[in-house]
């Protein structure tokens, strides 16, 4: 598998804004989609947050909606989340998940960031 390397979070008050970074700690070839998780403290599961789908179409949970933005690099190595308007609630550990195609040897990836927190202050 692919190695993650996410970055971009940390402290901000809130109606701030940070901008997720998500990428391979390695050479790869292309990333086809791109799902961004959270968990929040002492919750059991994963929460939806965004997609990004090969042809670019985005998708978002109603909780962020209007406030977060999924998008990719132009190389198609990067996976990017910005958040405005950040709230107490968006607190959590945000978690990439991605789908590419790697590179020597090519071949189809599916992996997961090590989780990069987010803490909203009030």
């Known amino acids: 598998q692919v190695r993650l390397s996410e970055s971009g979070g940390g402290l901000v008050q809130a109606g701030g804004s940070l901008r997720l970074s998500c990428g391979a700690a390695?050479?790869?070839?292309?990333?086809?989609?791109a799902i961004w998780y959270r968990r929040a403290a002492g919750k059991r599961q994963r929460e939806y947050v965004a997609?990004?789908?090969?042809?670019?179409?985005?998708n978002y949970a109603d909780a962020v909606k209007g406030r977060f933005t999924i998008s990719r690099d132009n190389a198609k190595i990067t996976v990017y989340l910005q958040m405005n308007s950040l709230k107490p609630e968006d607190t959590a550990v945000y978690y990439c998940?991605?789908?590419?195609?790697?590179?020597?040897?090519?071949?189809?990836?599916?992996?997961w960031g090590q989780g990069i927190q987010v803490a909203v202050s009030s």
């Open positions: 998940n991605v789908r590419g195609v790697g590179y020597r040897p090519r071949r189809d990836f599916s992996s």
């Open positions: 997609a990004i789908s090969n042809d670019d179409t985005s």
């Open positions: 390695e050479r790869i070839e292309t990333i086809n989609d």
